[in-house]
């Protein structure tokens, strides 16, 4: 799933001056929005990264106005949007992040070791921006920081995150992190390709064809990744074949095939309802839709990227507007501090910096987990409907234990969809328009009343005050004309009610 632009709009109300780290995790959130998801709070240089001064300067403001007096207040930050981008090709670049000592210490700092293509063959303004890029992707690919040992096994692992622009515009990173060959022990690495595309099967085909080719000398990575760079990127459900040399094997024809479903291409569900039950998805989904403070726990990065998405992803054809990280860095851990919503993932060992949260749901995916929910609100059973809470535990039931990842996309993308269907699927009936270029005017009262179950009612109430539904509504007000796979659902299930009348 491509997930649009993120909206940074801060609506903080204060009754107090909030405590340090309070106001810290505030900041963080605002750094993440500046600097993107991956830049670094401490040990920063100015003449490295130039808007860290507009950054000291908004912590300044924020300060003094805390301080200034202790009435209501509310702060509004600044709303980036994002320019709409056509993706043309696979990638813009890829990186092999290594470890690299410390000379007279015991710790290792990330450094990158191979990228292609060069920052030499970019333009200067250019080259400029990817330099302060590449420093956030390094926290990425090594989130935990620098205490590693050489290790003689490692498992490899694949997961992604996003890099928020200044404008809003995100990029997709995707990395594969194994232990090189070799003999001995020896560091990890991290393959990490930076992308506009989200597709997430798809690069993890591509780094398996690196992988194999970094097996055999990191020379034969070049020409395979400048074919999949001259290749354009293929329409939904298209397939675009990659022609490679490898000695020995002469050369191999490599078909990447985009799912035809592009709002799902991003996701596999299998990993989320592998850490949870059905029932506890649900409670999950409740929380999301009414963009609560969520925090996902697991050992594994590859579980907290793939998880936090599907999450993400069962919001069609909602998406989720505030902070979304889906590995946080140990340097930013101060974002669970932050009052806004957010969807974060954190590694298991620290849970003794989160665990301190109130008002917020904490998900422990570690399998076995005694307690699946670390700390939530109570609430989370009695959010949806319950008629439709039945509907939607026997659609996930259809699913079956040996079903393809395509498959169980569909059974539970279409069980979630069905549900914003009959909860606010009527909402076009309730946008007056006049005549002209005008846009239409949305009418709350009538569409809340026009709920088809009296039970959705309270539900529908609770989520049309969300930003995802303000700014899903603020869109269809300016088209006149709605198309696509919701719009498509709601004509059928309108179609199916008024069979059912007529008999």
């Not at 209501?72 to 470890?99: G, I, K, M, N, W």
């Not at 309270?458 to 539904?469: A, G, Y």
Request: include cysteine.
């Amino acid at each position: 799933m491509v997930l649009p632009a993120a909206r940074f709009d801060w609506m903080v109300h204060f009754k107090n001056p909030p405590p340090t780290r309070l106001l810290k995790g505030m900041v963080c959130v605002l750094f993440v929005t500046v600097f993107g998801p991956g830049a670094k709070m401490s040990n920063v240089d100015t003449g490295d990264y130039g808007p860290m001064k507009r950054l000291s300067t908004m912590f300044s403001t924020l300060q003094d106005k805390l301080h200034r007096d202790r009435s209501d207040r509310v702060l509004t930050l600044p709303q980036p949007t994002a320019p709409a981008l056509a993706v043309t090709s696979f990638f813009e670049y890829l990186v092999v992040v290594s470890l690299g000592k410390k000379r007279g210490q015991g710790t290792y700092e990330p450094q990158i070791t191979y990228q292609f293509p060069k920052l030499a063959n970019m333009e200067r303004s250019q080259r400029e921006e990817e330099e302060k890029s590449l420093k956030a992707i390094l926290l990425f690919c090594f989130p935990e920081g620098v205490n590693w040992a050489p290790l003689t096994e490692y498992p490899s692992e694949t997961f992604s995150f996003v890099l928020t622009e200044v404008d809003g515009s995100r990029r997709n990173g995707y990395c594969r992190r194994l232990l090189p060959h070799g003999k001995g022990a020896r560091a990890p690495e991290v393959y990490c390709i930076i992308s506009r595309v989200a597709c997430f099967g798809l690069f993890s085909k591509i780094f398996d064809e690196v992988e194999k080719r970094r097996q055999i000398s990191m020379a034969m990575i070049y020409p395979f990744m400048q074919s999949l760079r001259e290749a354009p990127f293929p329409a939904p459900g298209n397939t675009v074949q990659i022609k490679s040399f490898i000695p020995e094997s002469g050369t191999e024809i490599i078909s990447l095939t985009r799912p035809l479903d592009s709002w799902l291409e991003h996701v596999d569900f299998r990993t989320l309802f592998r850490c949870l039950t059905d029932e506890e998805v649900l409670k999950v989904f409740a929380s999301t839709v009414l963009e609560r403070r969520i925090i996902f726990m697991a050992e594994e990065l590859s579980t907290l990227s793939q998880v936090l998405h599907a999450v993400a992803a069962l919001l069609y054809p909602f998406t989720w507007q505030h902070t979304f990280i889906s590995i946080v860095p140990s340097v930013l851990i101060d974002v669970v501090m932050a009052p806004t919503p957010y969807l974060l993932g954190v590694q298991r060992n620290k849970l003794d910096d989160v665990i301190d949260q109130s008002d917020m749901l904490i998900v422990d995916l570690t399998e076995g987990a005694e307690n699946t929910f670390i700390t939530c609100i109570g609430d989370e059973s009695t959010i949806l409907p319950e008629k439709l809470q039945e509907e939607l535990l026997q659609a996930l039931c259809c699913r079956r234990d040996n079903s393809t990842s395509e498959e169980l996309n569909k059974v539970v993308s279409e069980a979630f969809l069905s549900f914003f269907v009959k909860t606010v699927g009527h909402f076009s009936s309730h946008v007056k328009r006049s005549s002209g270029r005008q846009p239409g005017v949305f009418q709350k009262k009538s569409f809340c009343k026009a709920s088809e179950h009296k039970a959705s009612q309270h539900f529908v109430k609770r989520f049309i005050q969300t930003q995802m539904f303000d700014i899903f509504i603020q869109e269809v007000e300016r088209r006149p004309t709605q198309e696509g796979f919701f719009h498509k659902k709601i004509a059928e299930y309108q179609e199916s009610k008024k069979k059912e009348k007529a008999k």
